[in-house]
């Protein structure tokens, strides 16, 4: 072993010391590589495991309201002391109240439904954005951001005064003689429908519009030449080309509103079971933080580990491709 | 004047006046908002043609090709297809295929996803699809790269993809817009003999743009020379080169020499035309140019004889002195100043190893030439 090791330190050393200007380039490109991760690091694996910390302790009437705390002054013994303390009682809690269990699918449900039609509506947008003027693209894209300029809370409370009974889609409709009782919309699964759509459009419409604006338009154009009628050769050559975006903008619009707290709570009144809502209760009603904390954790769980699944798909499906 | 018709095979409909042209393009033009890119054009084709548009870049070729397949309408004008009119018809009920300028392959699909995408679009059975498809992956030379995405490919190979997907569904009339601009001079080559034979084999009628005039001359039946969106000759090879119409055309095919002047005597076939420092230049065929018209000798280099002694019995000589020279291998070509300050190329083709008289730099020198050995253009 020794040996060995001598032998190979002159070398080494040698490939070590080559100029400082490379020493220095390689350094800044690893530290390229490394801001992302520690961004991820700092910002969502330390939040994380301290909720799963939290996950896996039990209520105190104390503040912070959980036992056990790690307490320093303890020493090495105290913490292996609160280590012993954790248990994974919160979760199988979960699994004994249904309640869970209902609005996780609830959830996911519901923000698939949204999902889709965000997609659908939000297809014909970004083509349409996608094949106009180049000189109007850079307004219309700004129309798309516009609506985050003024506050998401007073927009979503701004679809109440639209969606309620006496509302302004009522009163329209009841005017144009469509209907003559006003429409029960507010309070709905449809009223939250409405809100994830509209709220989560332009995440769908972005990422979409930058696929479909790469595309050369001349492939459509070879399509038909080759006898391709245009709706065929939308669906052989346009959705292919748009699948990166139609997945990142689904990705975008699903995993937030699977979690979406606000607009159940503000349009779909008190019926509507939605995780965001469960948690919502369970750390500010029932000031109980291992329980929500389990709660959190199960979702990210369910929400990350299908779409590692998926990216592990896509990247085989690309090597294949070579 | 002797006959210059096509040389590579006896078809020649476009003298025959009953044969009836397959592609018709009748006073086409074309706007992009107030741009003209094609003004007034108007063409035929005959059915298995091999024809060729030739021009600057810029010139409305690739507006031509897009017309007659259907992806623009002409602004004005008609375009007919084996006697009908193409207005109105979508390009995926058109007899025709286009291999793009872009190339325009699915980056989605593999090479043979590609060349399959036509055949699996008109229903052809599986089997009959993967045989034609390995046809065409064959004359392309492509066989090793058939599961690839082009953009493993290299500019050349994507050509060929483009080429044999265009190619693959034998459509009637094939449109190739630079077909081989991409391709390095020997692939080219054999390339041009292929699509020739490819073409005489299945009965094709080709249209084929490209900026390469030697491609034009190898490859077609007849070549049609355009400008500014408008047709400016339209023949054989060889008539393209030994009869233009015009100094454009002359200028445009290959090395020309264009000597001013104005006619000063004309008889029924001869003239003689004098340049501006006196001298006569003696000419046969003088075409349409009426004495005192202000016109130019266009003559070829390699009709041209240069020679260290002024030669006896030529109709044309003139004196000067060498002023620049390239020897190329095959041939030298000569830079001749005249007397009136004019430089003439001339070039000689090395048929011998060691020459008896060679002539250099500043040398004096004659060249000489035959009164048939140029045209005399008044446009
Ligand atoms: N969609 C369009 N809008 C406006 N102008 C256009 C359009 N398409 C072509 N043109 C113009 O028409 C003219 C002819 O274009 P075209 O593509 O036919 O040229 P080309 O002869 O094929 O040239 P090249 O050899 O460079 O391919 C050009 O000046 C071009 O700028
Ligand atoms: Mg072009």
């Known amino acids: 072993m020794a040996e060995t090791t001598l032998a190979t330190t002159p070398s080494a050393s040698q490939e070590a010391v080559p100029q400082q200007g490379t020493w220095l380039a390689a350094l800044t490109g690893r530290l390229v590589i490394i801001i992302p991760y520690a961004w991820l690091l700092i910002l969502f694996l330390v939040p994380f495991l301290i909720v799963f910390k939290i996950s896996l302790s039990q209520t ?38 249904p309640l869970y269990f209902n609005a996780y699918v609830s959830s996911v449900v519901i923000a698939a439904i949204s999902t889709f039609f965000a997609l659908l509506i939000g297809f014909p947008i970004a083509y349409g954005m996608a094949r106009a003027p180049a000189t109007v693209r850079p307004l219309l894209l700004m129309l798309v951001i516009l609506p985050f300029w003024t506050s998401f809370l007073i927009r979503v409370y701004a679809w109440i005064g639209i969606l309620k009974p006496e509302g302004l889609l009522n009163q329209f409709l009841i005017w144009t003689g469509l209907i003559d009782q006003p429409l029960i919309i507010l309070n709905t699964h449809s009223a939250i429908f409405i809100g994830i759509v509209y709220s989560y459009l332009p995440f769908m419409v972005l990422p979409l519009y930058s696929a479909l604006e790469k595309m050369d338009y001349s492939l459509i154009e070879a399509a038909q030449d080759l006898g391709c009628p245009p709706i065929s050769a939308f669906w052989k050559i346009t959705f ?72 592990q798909a896509q990247a085989k499906a690309q090597e294949q491709g070579r | ?129 993967d045989k034609r498809v390995a046809d065409m992956l064959k004359l392309v030379k492509l066989e090793q790269f058939a599961k690839r995405k082009p953009h493993q490919l290299s500019g050349g ?130 075409g349409d140019a009426t004495a005192g018209s202000t016109v130019a000798f266009a003559i070829r280099p390699e009709k041209i004889k240069v020679s260290s002694k002024k030669p006896d019995g030529a109709a044309n000589v003139m004196e000067g002195e060498i002023y620049d020279l390239a020897y190329l291998g095959d041939m030298t070509v000569y830079h001749v100043r005249l007397a009136d300050g004019q430089v003439v190329k001339a ?33």
């Open chain 1, 60 to 97: 105190a009437i104390a503040m912070p309201p959980y036992s056990p705390t790690f307490d320093l002054a303890g020493g090495i013994s105290g913490l292996w002391e609160s280590f012993r303390e954790f248990s994974f009682d919160n979760y199988l809690w979960l699994t004994e109240d």
């Open chain 1, 240 to 311: 292919p080309l748009a699948m990166p975006g139609i997945v990142a903008g689904c990705l975008l619009v699903f995993i937030p509103a699977t979690g979406e707290f606000v607009i159940p709570d503000l349009l779909g009144g008190s019926q509507t079971l939605m995780i965001g809502k469960t948690l919502w209760n369970e750390f500010f009603s029932n000031r109980d933080w291992p329980v929500s904390s389990a709660v959190a954790v199960i979702l990210l769980l369910m929400l990350v580990v299908p779409m590692m699944f998926f990216q």
């Open chain 2, 1 to 129: 004047m002797k006959s210059l018709g096509s040389i590579r095979r006896s078809f020649s409909p476009w003298t025959d006046p009953a044969a009836k042209p397959y592609i018709v393009f009748e006073n086409v033009t074309k706007k992009f908002g107030d741009f003209t890119a094609v003004n007034n054009l108007s063409l035929t084709i005959y059915e298995r043609e091999f024809f060729a548009l030739l021009g600057a870049s810029g010139c409305g070729k690739s507006t031509l090709l897009r017309m007659l397949a259907g992806f623009d309408e002409p602004t004005s004008g008609r375009i007919l297809l084996d006697g009908q009119d193409m207005r109105g018809i979508p390009p995926y009920r058109r007899p025709v295929n286009m291999m793009f300028q872009s190339y325009a392959l699915f980056p989605h699909m593999s090479v043979e996803q590609n060349i399959a995408f036509g055949l699996k679009q008109e229903g052809m059975p599986k089997a009959d699809i």
């Open chain 2, 157 to 286: 190979q994507r050509q060929r993809v483009a080429l044999a997907r265009s190619v693959a569904k034998r459509p009637k009339v094939l449109l190739l817009d630079e077909p081989l601009g991409a391709l390095d001079k020997k692939l080219r080559e054999e390339t041009q003999f292929e699509l020739m034979d490819l073409q005489q084999n299945l009965g094709l009628t080709f249209v084929v743009v490209t900026h390469d005039q030697e491609e034009a001359m190898t490859m077609a039946d007849r070549i049609a020379i355009l400008d500014k969106g408008q047709v400016m000759q339209v023949a054989t090879p060889a008539e393209v080169y030994e009869a233009p119409v015009s100094r454009f055309v002359a200028g445009f095919v290959g090395n020309v020499n264009m000597l001013e002047g104005t006619v000063a005597e004309r008889s029924e076939k001869t003239a003689t035309i004098k340049g501006a420092s006196g001298a006569e230049i003696r000419v046969e065929n003088a």
């Open chain 2, 347 to 379: 070039s000689a083709l090395n048929s011998s190893r060691i020459t008896e008289d060679p002539l250099s730099w500043n040398d004096k020198a004659w060249i000489s030439f035959a009164p048939d050995a140029g045209v005399v253009l008044t446009r």
